[in-house]
């Protein structure tokens, strides 16, 4: 049996949370047949199979956190022997503590039916909150899927909680029966502590029952036929999970929706966010009614007609208004945690520029036809990489790295120009490799496919990887002027402002109309200076403003 390694799928990454399991254990997977789905800070990326065998073991259950260079899952090659009985997934012995009396040798058959509820009720385990997560010690419990007493099989979901980074779903080790739950919804989990207590499914489950009012065998399995059956009848999950990600089951709560209410349109009735904001947008009064806020005295009261509320009643919590707190986590908290860095690690050395395109889009107007004739979409930002990479040539230092120890600069051979995407993920920032090679248009292409990709969030590492120099074109959402911060280890990076048509003096000294973009660079102050990134932007400035000189250095 090997274990697979979680291997380096991106520049800076340490870890990444699972976002969905394409296998099972004990299932047979063929090389490069995909496995699991991760979600870094940057993308969603697809972890294939290294050779043909079958998965023995998961070791990281969706929705956790899942470790570079650790173990992600088992498998048994193809031609290996195999286990005659595989071992348990997900009773690990660091994520389970057994009861002293669960340790005890078995005791022999019982006489009666009293004396085997006694045997079994004393092999009850406590299921240890695992790690979940770098760095977090705490977790906020925001439902249980299952009650005390009810009957669970293996890796079957019994609970959400919240940490400061995602939503995470604990799912069962094995098959068994609930005997207790030891942090209630609402109450803050600690990690390494109970979080529940079961009696597992081979110390006869029929008998295992608990001391304190439990509920009958029979109820429980009325109970997980209510829960199960309409949500499974409809393609939803096989526990009447209902699909969605994270961000979703979110932007559901902050909301007070029913993740049920909601029609899904995604595979097997997964709810996107687009369900959410269509559901949103249609009103239903009646749902809204039923899932709102916390009190439904409070919402009646702000409901109800002004003459049916006592004059001096306190306003409720809608009417006087709330602070909404939203955690931070996902792509938006690595965001967060790297903006800083670079903010306070490094020197950063702002630049504006105007820069009079009209002869550009002019060019541009006229060389579409042919673009679109090969299906490429020709935009500007593929002569702004292009003129970029020329001017590499001038200034070299703003297409270099620091070492770690900031003692060398290291001037990199290829110019790989990355560009800001707002994707369903977050904002990523791919880039389009070698344009210093590379035509118009094929630089166009390029930034087509990759632009696709980024917005369906299934970018691959390769175009993530590697970025030189970076450009935020805010210009798309209508801004003007920013102060962007370096994608660190890259040196420099530029925000491209929108075009405006503006009146300009032409050089007989008449009023003219110009299309006029503002741009702004920030440098890294350590080894560029204010001469070196007005050089850059003067030389780059001037393919743009002159485009045809763009000829002349065509390879």
């Not at 109970?194 to 489950?205: K, R, T």
């Not at 690595?334 to 050395?349: D, G, I, K, L, Q």
């Not at 969030?457 to 798309?476: F, M």
Request: aromatic share 4%.
């Amino acid at each position: 049996m090997s274990d697979f390694m979680l291997p380096d799928i991106g520049e800076g990454i340490v870890e990444c949370e699972v976002v969905e399991w394409r296998v099972n254990e004990g299932d047979e997977i063929a090389e490069d047949q995909p496995v699991v789905e991760v979600m870094t800070d940057k993308a969603l990326v697809e972890i294939t199979a290294p050779e043909a065998g079958r998965v023995t073991r998961l070791y990281v259950a969706k929705g956790d956190i899942a470790k570079v260079h650790a173990p992600l899952f088992a498998y048994e090659a193809t031609g290996e022997v195999e286990f005659e009985t595989p071992p348990r997934p997900a009773a690990r012995e660091e994520d389970e503590v057994v009861s002293p009396a669960a340790e005890a040798p078995p005791p022999a058959a019982s006489s009666s039916p009293a004396e085997g509820r006694a045997a079994t009720s004393a092999k009850a385990k406590d299921f240890i909150l695992p790690d979940i997560g770098e760095g977090i010690v705490e977790c906020e419990v925001v439902e249980w899927r299952v009650g005390e007493g009810d009957e669970i099989a293996e890796d079957q979901p019994l609970v959400d909680v919240m940490t400061d980074k995602a939503l995470v779903e604990i799912t069962a080790p094995e098959a068994g029966t609930v005997s207790k739950l030891h942090v209630a919804k609402g109450e803050i989990a600690k990690v390494h502590a109970p979080l529940y207590a079961y009696v597992p499914a081979h110390a006869e489950p029929g008998e295992a029952q608990v001391d304190v009012g439990q509920p009958s065998p029979s109820a429980s399995q009325a109970a997980q036929q209510h829960r199960v059956a309409p949500v499974a009848s409809g393609g939803r999950g096989p526990y009447g999970r209902i699909p969605a990600s994270p961000a979703v089951r979110r932007l559901v709560r902050e909301h007070g929706l029913d993740l049920e209410a909601v029609a899904g349109s995604g595979k097997d009735g997964r709810v996107l966010k687009e369900d959410v904001l269509r559901f949103l947008e249609q009103g239903s009064q009646q749902q809204g009614s039923q899932q709102q806020g916390e009190a439904p005295t409070a919402r009646s009261a702000g409901h109800a007609p002004q003459s049916e509320t006592p004059s001096g009643a306190a306003p409720s919590r809608h009417e006087a208004g709330e602070v909404r707190v939203e955690p931070i986590r996902g792509v938006r908290a690595v965001m967060a945690r790297r903006m800083v860095e670079s903010a306070s690690t490094v020197p950063h050395f702002q630049y504006g520029e105007e820069i009079d395109v009209t002869e550009l889009l002019a060019l541009r107007e006229r060389l579409k036809p042919a673009a679109e004739a090969q299906q490429v979409r020709l935009t500007l930002m593929p002569f702004f990489m292009k003129a970029l990479a020329l001017a590499v040539r001038e200034e070299p230092i703003l297409n270099a790295r620091l070492n770690p120890e900031v003692s060398e600069i290291h001037y990199l051979p290829e110019v790989n120009v990355g560009m800001a995407v707002d994707s369903k993920a977050g904002l990523i920032v791919p880039n389009v490799k070698r344009v210093e090679q590379r035509s118009v248009l094929e630089v166009a292409r390029e930034i087509q496919r990759l632009t696709a990709a980024a917005r369906e969030g299934r970018v691959a590492q390769e175009d993530l990887k590697g970025g030189t120099i970076s450009i935020s074109n805010i210009g798309a959402f209508g801004g003007t002027y920013a102060a962007p911060i370096i994608n660190v280890p890259e040196l420099a990076i530029v925000a491209i402002g929108k075009s405006q048509w503006l009146p300009r003096f032409d050089e007989r000294g008449e009023v003219v109309r110009r299309a006029i973009m503002t741009v702004t660079w920030a440098g890294d102050h350590r080894v560029i200076d204010g001469g070196t990134i007005a050089r850059f932007c003067n030389a780059w400035r001037g393919y743009l403003e002159s485009p045809e000189t763009m000829l002349l250095h065509l390879g």
